[in-house]
């Protein structure tokens, strides 16, 4: 493949993300004055597995690109910390590469494997476990994913049939060799996070990456036993790397799993367009071993399909009664995307709604984002009802600071 090629696709790449914006601000916005929300509940443990999540406050799971080597230094560790310190129950880590060489390109993302990068991740989970939060890392695999710092061929991804999106085909078919390498590198990493002390995991199965990628008809053409018509042919992939996990753990060892509607490459793109769809894509996975769905959305209080006004992370629960954990501009006055181009005020009426929906048992865990980066106390300050202190997340921190 030719440079101009490789640029084209980058470039494309990059056309979608902005093509996708838009501003659409939380229509929940009320005035919320200190005090006045009951958020007692968001701060009750909760057990899953073998593990015990001091609340249920999650911080999102955030790419950082601060891990030169792959391998996560003193800084890195002090930042999962100081939001422990924060008071958030369970740390989801940045997305980390799984020990296969096709699972990423990025030189300062972290590695889930070799010996300097497993010893840096033991002083991250001795950080958060010495404030006394819990983490599981985010195993990650990112397929066909030309992502802007990346420099890197194309033949060299792996990815179901070579497509980035419909029109626009990039990269080459992996072989089944290639595939079972990939499915082995999950099973890998959740060992060694479980040799580490991690209290779980989390498979990122979302947003376009190599899960979803065999998920999606539109990147996976194949005709073998990882492709096929329906969503759950497709999903096989995915059911051999829960089993891995599985497998490679214990009974008990909590997996969750990520997974969205939307992918960067399409905003609007619907793997279940229907909560029947929901429940087949689901149910296999559950089977398999999954103790969590973090469902991702980019506005939490969005319904999930029709005649109901609950969101994603709502209807997996009832379809599957597992434990779930929803996500999406909690606190924010704009969505991830137009809110990483922009900036994001501070929004805490939507607090109210999030409550509500908590309330009425809709899901399990709630995970906060850009919220959490712009404010490593957000949890202590919600439970201590100092709202109106929440700082607004500032785009500029990601690129300004090395220590956020
Ligand atoms: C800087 C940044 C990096 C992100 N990296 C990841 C990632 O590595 N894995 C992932 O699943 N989601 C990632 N996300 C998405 C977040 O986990 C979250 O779902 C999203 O920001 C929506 O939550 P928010 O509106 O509270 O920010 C990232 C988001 C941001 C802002």
Request: a negative charge; glycine letters at 0%; hydrophobic letters at 50%.
């Given at each position: 493949m030719s440079d101009s090629d490789k640029n084209e696709g980058l470039e494309s790449y990059k056309k979608s993300m902005l093509s996708g914006l838009d501003s659409k601000a939380s229509e929940t916005d009320a005035q919320l004055s200190d005090g006045?929300?009951?958020?007692?509940?968001?701060?009750e443990p909760l057990r899953v597995g073998s593990a015990t999540l001091p609340n249920r406050v999650v911080m999102a799971p955030m790419t950082r690109n601060m891990s030169p080597g792959g391998v996560p230094d003193d800084k890195v560790a002090a930042y999962y910390r100081r939001r422990a310190a924060g008071g958030t129950g369970l740390i989801l880590t940045e997305g980390t590469y799984v020990p296969d060489p096709a699972a990423g390109f990025s030189p300062n993302v972290p590695r889930i494997h070799g010996e300097e990068a497993l010893e840096g991740w033991r002083q991250v989970v001795q950080g958060v476990h010495d404030e006394g939060g819990c983490i599981f890392p985010q195993l990650w695999h990112v397929g066909l994913m030309p992502l802007p710092t990346d420099d890197f061929d194309p033949q060299d991804a792996i990815s179901p049939s070579g497509y980035l999106r419909r029109d626009e085909k990039i990269g080459r078919e992996a072989r089944g060799d290639e595939i079972e390498r990939a499915i082995e590198a999950f099973g890998a990493a959740a060992r060694s996070a479980m040799d580490l002390g991690c209290d779980g995991i989390q498979i990122h199965g979302a947003h376009g990456y190599l899960i979803d990628q065999f998920f999606w008809d539109v990147t996976n053409r194949r005709n073998d036993a990882f492709g096929g018509n329906s969503l759950v042919e497709r999903s096989r992939v995915a059911v051999a790397i829960v089993e891995a996990c599985r497998a490679a753990t214990a009974p008990d060892f909590p997996i969750s799993f990520r997974l969205s509607q939307w992918k960067q490459q399409d905003f609007g793109a619907r793997l279940a367009p229907t909560p029947q769809d929901l429940e087949r894509f689901l149910t296999p996975l559950a089977d398999a071993g999954v103790d969590i769905f973090d469902c991702s959305t980019r506005r939490f209080w969005e319904p999930e399909f029709e005649d109901s006004d609950m969101n994603l992370a709502g209807w997996a629960k009832k379809l599957t009664g597992k434990v779930t954990s929803t996500v999406g501009s909690i606190t924010l006055s704009t969505d991830l995307f137009s809110g990483y181009v922009e900036g994001a005020e501070t929004a805490i009426g939507n607090l109210g709604r999030l409550v509500d929906m908590f309330g009425r048992g809709d899901f399990d865990l709630v995970s906060i984002g850009r919220a959490s980066i712009a404010d490593p106390e957000w949890a202590n300050k919600v439970r201590e009802g100092k709202l109106n202190k929440i700082n607004g997340f500032d785009v500029q921190v990601l690129q300004q600071t090395e220590l956020y």
């Open positions: 006045e929300l009951d958020v007692s509940p968001l701060f």
